[in-house]
């Protein structure tokens, strides 16, 4: 047998494309989480995603732009008076003939028909008219003559009906009676169809006498009608689009199609049906050409048509309309007018969104909108933490540690090794997996491989009461500090919930007053224009916090870009005042010292270089026992984490 009989090969054609590189979902999360932190809805950045894409994936704003691109390159490019202006170049040919054979006549009939001709009306309709009736002398001029009249019927027809110019190479008169019998059938049917009667029979007994007149080659009346209503208002655009005097020489000179009145008038018949039958259609829009290729009138209804796709794609794309999908985009009709790249790029998209959806990384809130669920939280701060260690790495040269603990006290539990690990090997639980590898494939001897290391946990012995406050006044907003500020508090919440779950964090905000938040509504946090930069008040719940955890290692972390303005009275009232005032000063002081008196040293992150910022926190780090950070804003992260980690293990 040879390899020809055991395998065909052939172009594939349905299902995902099995080529293509997987999505990166990462990058996708990253950007969404990112324009979420800014003060988007998840639904608004999912959409900025897909309008924007990604780095390896062109976005919807770029497909457009090719529609738009193809669009204008047809409105520039192209007139419409190309129907008009062959039907001139041909009756010029058809009348200097005349003059020829007429010219060497000494006769009064040969003057007579010389004034006849001079006397033609100087628009090229009225004169093709006029010669309806005269008697051609010359046998060039009568073939010119009639290649107008069979131009104007091809036109007429290709404008109605798609392919049927190749159906009518060389128009007989036979032809014509077989076009003038399939209309008035078609007519008929449609009439019936209007009426309500059961068209079912009568559409089959059509298509199998004139068929051959519909490459599209519909399977029922309804679709039948579809076609030629799309065609017919792409026809009637046309028509709007042209000069008035244009369109006046146009339908007067359709009257001479094929030299037969009966097929324009059948035509006119038709149109008025499908307009009754497809009222929805664009049957009033007009376009402007302006460039100088002519099209004849087939050609130019081709070009209606693709300019109507055109803009029914960029409606699709723009995802809109109420319950608007990637989905819905008719990938056959965006191949069609841009090019293969674009359904692959639009199906991709399409993919992102569903893979998206399909993950859990969205989920429906009480209220109808989308929010981010667990799952896509963890994958951002796994991101941010990720971002972070880099940092952390290129500044100290330290690798990441992936202790679960600072004390190396085992905790009876395994994980497989990864690269960079240093931790023992649980021994029993390596061999095991040695073992059980090797019998699965039949191996007589037991080999160890790398994926069957474990290495056994570790644990801190003790554990940490971390208090974050973060600044949520609107001065974090305008000095583009809010979205470091949320990926900071995203990456210290993932590494201590899968590093050291012991540990117990509370998210603080502080603008006029304080709250705690957990990472979900810090996450989606909006900006509120709001004065007031209550520190007092979220080193209040920051106690409170520690207190609750008395045999845990106390770490606060503050970052802010302003002193604090605010504070909150007896009564639970916020005091605001600008420029700070001295009761404020002394009250956060007076909360200082009480963290101070738990064992809890504070540590600031100061963003910004204001002078009465920076005496304010050296002042606070001196009472409390912490430290003053001043990093750049790529660097809050790694800075924060640095703390943390310093802060735990004293």
């Known amino acids: 047998m040879t390899a020809s009989d055991r395998y065909s090969y ?56 090719r529609l738009w691109e193809r669009r204008a390159e047809i409105s520039r490019s192209h007139r419409l008076d190309g129907t008009l202006q062959q039907v001139r170049e041909l009756l010029d040919r058809a009348l200097e003939a005349e003059r020829r054979a007429l010219f060497p006549d000494p006769s009064d009939d040969a003057r007579f028909a010389e004034m006849r001709l001079d006397a033609l009306p100087s628009s090229t309709a009225g004169a093709v008219n006029e010669l309806g009736e005269y008697p051609w002398r010359s046998e060039t001029g009568r073939e010119n003559y009639q290649k107008i009249r069979d131009l104007l019927g091809e036109e007429l027809l290709e404008s109605r009906f798609q392919g049927m110019k190749q159906a009518l190479r060389s128009t007989t008169p036979q032809d014509v009676e077989r076009v003038r019998q399939m209309m008035s059938d078609l007519n008929d049917l449609l009439a019936a169809h209007a009426r309500g009667e059961d068209t079912e029979a009568r559409f ?30 792409a026809a009637q655009r046309m028509m709007n689009s042209m000069s008035a005097q244009q369109r006046a020489e146009l339908n007067e000179l359709v009257g001479q199609a094929f030299g037969d ?145 600072a004390a190396g006290e085992p905790t009876g539990a395994s994980r497989p090794w990864q690269f960079g690990d240093t931790e023992p090997w649980d021994v029993s639980r390596t061999v095991r997996n040695a073992v059980l590898r090797s019998a699965s494939t039949g191996s007589p001897s037991v080999t160890l491989d790398v994926a069957d290391v474990e290495i056994a946990e570790t644990e801190q012995r003790s554990r940490a009461v971390v208090a974050l406050c973060v600044d949520t006044s609107w001065s974090m907003v305008q000095d583009g500090r809010w979205v470091p500020m949320k990926r900071t508090a995203l990456a210290l919440q993932h590494l201590i919930s899968t590093r050291f779950r012991s540990d117990a964090l509370e998210l603080i905000t502080f603008g006029r007053h304080a709250g705690t938040v957990d990472i979900t509504e ?63 000063l002394a009250v956060t002081m007076t909360q200082v010292d009480s963290l101070a008196r738990l064992g809890a040293s504070i540590s600031v992150f100061m963003l910004g270089e204001e002078p009465r910022l920076a005496a304010f926190v050296d002042l606070l780090a001196r009472r409390s026992g912490g430290r003053v950070v001043a990093p750049d804003l790529d660097g809050l992260g790694a800075a924060v984490v640095s703390d943390y980690l310093r802060g735990r293990r004293r």
Request: negative net charge; charged residues 30%.
């Open 522 to 584: 810090l996450t989606g946090l909006e900006p509120v224009w709001e004065q007031g930069t209550n520190l007092h008040h979220a080193l209040l719940l920051a106690e409170r916090h520690l207190r609750r955890h008395p045999d845990a290692v106390p770490v606060v972390l503050v970052v802010t870009d302003g002193e604090p303005t605010a504070h909150l009275d007896p009564d639970g009232t916020a005091y605001f005042n600008w420029p700070p005032d001295r009761r404020t």
């Open 10 to 65: 052939g172009p594939y054609h349905e299902g995902p494309d099995p080529l293509a590189p997987p999505l990166d979902l990462r990058e996708a999360l990253s950007e969404i989480g990112r324009e979420v932190m800014e003060g988007s809805s998840p639904r608004s950045a999912l959409e900025e995603l897909l309008r924007r894409g990604t780095s390896g994936m062109p976005g919807l704003e770029e497909i457009t732009r």
């Open 204 to 233: 089959a007994e059509f298509m199998a006498e004139h068929g051959k007149f519909f490459p599209e080659n519909p399977h029922d009346t309804e679709e039948l009608i579809d076609t030629l209503a799309a065609r017919a208002a």
């Open 261 to 405: 009145p009966r097929i324009a008038q059948q035509i006119t018949d038709l149109d008025a049906k499908l307009r009754d039958l497809r009222p929805g259609q664009d049957w009033e829009s007009a376009r402007r050409f302006r460039g100088d290729d002519p099209l004849g009138m087939g050609e130019a209804v081709a070009a209606m048509q693709d300019l109507g796709e055109l803009d029914e794609l960029a409606a699709q794309l723009a995802q809109s309309y109420p319950g608007a999908r990637l989905e819905d985009i008719d990938l056959e009709m965006l191949e069609r007018q841009i090019g293969a790249d674009a359904r692959v790029d639009a199906a991709r998209l399409a993919e992102l969104e569903r893979e998206l959806r399909r993950q859990g990384l969205f989920e429906q809130a009480p209220d109808g909108s989308l929010r981010l669920t667990p799952k896509a939280l963890r994958r951002l701060g796994e991101v941010a933490l990720r971002d972070i260690v880099g940092k952390l790495r290129s500044r100290t040269g330290r690798r990441e540690t992936a202790l679960a603990g």
